[in-house]
């Protein structure tokens, strides 16, 4: 079996440690983490966001060592800048319209092109490559895994406020960003070939200027060998986000095996993946989705264990088993978005909630 090489992004808030509201860091946490981190910290479009990816992993412990690291350190960086360092997919009350725009010249000709819809994109996601052996096999894997994103979607639903309201979403990120061009669920696709047509023909006609501005939730990274997952919202624990790279880790090698054996995962339309996609957004895992093979909903927590059950015999040999049995922890005490709703349900305050987030975000990291 391949390795299944691993490189985990996460975007952080950085914030106010008296009022809880986002605050621009200027550039000075990612300048200064830079010196220690290199390409590992850089900043993104809004200046309250900073994001941080690993090395290449080898496995989803080095995996874990990474992402601990780097949490360390962007904690520390903040703590030097009078800042504070949070996990989630939405800010609970901060206003977009009141964020610093990153000077640079990329960002400024997508706001040249998207105008408020990139502008009011404050969002932080979780980002997960996870290594193929060819592009053709990456698109085989790609379109059998589809079905999986929303049982994943669910699990990492941590956005159920913003701008002050309780939206009644639990991940009220992908609303956001359902406004931009490129997004969602992809299509199936038959090859390789017929991927990067499609993406040579929207570069020639001058809808993007390269693959990156492909933003599924799920796609075939353009520069490198990797399944790039993109449907999460960041988690506020560590712990949150190793389990679900491990997951997505395992379902890739599962579905692998399953093409090595000449055997095939039934591939579902986008529309029906859509249903619950929708549906992982609006409830995360207190719902239902739908089990299109039996043609009902199914409560989201027998598809986890269902989920768990499918990857069952690739685990061992990834070395993933207690990553991916993490999801148990994740059912019984609830989502991030779950967990916010309950401290605010508790005080009535968001402030409090942003306290919550801080602190979870280093969990077992000091």
């Known amino acids: 079996m391949p390795v299944f090489t691993l490189g985990i992004e996460e975007e952080f808030q950085t914030i106010d440690p008296s009022s809880g509201e986002l605050r621009s860091h200027m550039s000075k946490i990612v300048d200064g983490g830079q010196i220690v981190l290199h390409e590992r910290v850089k900043a993104e479009m809004h200046q309250a966001v900073v994001e ?24 520390e960086l903040a703590d030097n800048q009078n800042l504070k360092i949070a996990a989630a997919g939405t800010h609970p009350f901060s206003d977009w319209q009141d964020q610093l725009i990153t000077p640079n010249e990329r960002y400024d000709r997508l706001i040249e092109e998207l105008r408020d819809v990139a502008r009011s994109n404050l969002i932080f996601g979780l980002h997960v490559h996870v290594g193929i052996e ?55 696709f038959s090859s390789a070939a017929e991927y990067d047509e499609y993406i040579e ?33 960041v ?14 880790q395992a379902l890739v090698a599962k579905i692998y095996k399953l093409h090595k054996q000449n055997l095939n995962f039934r591939p579902y339309r986008r529309i029906l993946i859509n249903e619950n996609k929708w549906r992982a957004a609006r409830y995360g895992i207190e719902g239902k989705l739908i089990d299109f093979g039996k043609q009902e909903e199914v409560p989201t927590h027998q598809l986890i264990h ?61």
């Open 52 to 75: 941080v990816g690993t090395n290449i992993c080898n496995n989803i412990q080095d995996a874990r060592q990474e992402v601990t690291y780097l949490r360390k350190m962007i904690i």
């Open 134 to 188: 060819s592009r053709n096999e990456g698109v085989q894997i790609m379109n059998a895994v589809r079905y999986f994103l929303p049982h994943i979607y669910a699990l990492s639903t941590n956005s159920p406020f913003w701008r002050g309201r309780n939206t009644g979403f639990k991940s009220y990120r992908s609303k956001v960003f359902d406004k931009f061009p490129r997004t969602g669920i992809p299509d199936f």
């Open 201 to 233: 023909l929207l570069v020639k006609t001058g809808c993007i200027d390269n693959g990156k501005k492909i933003w599924w939730d799920i796609r075939l990274h353009p520069f490198f060998d990797t399944i790039e997952f993109r449907i999460c919202d």
């Open 235 to 248: 988690p506020m624990r560590a712990d949150e986000t190793i389990c679900l790279a491990a997951i997505m």
């Open 306 to 366: 269902e989920l768990l059950n499918f990857i069952d015999d690739v685990v061992d040999d990834l070395g993933s088993r207690a990553e991916c049995e993490y999801v148990l922890k994740i059912l019984e005490m609830g989502t991030g978005a779950d967990r916010q709703l309950a401290v605010f349900q508790q005080h009535n305050d968001l402030k409090r909630v942003v306290d919550y987030i801080v602190e979870e975000t280093s969990l077992g990291i000091r």
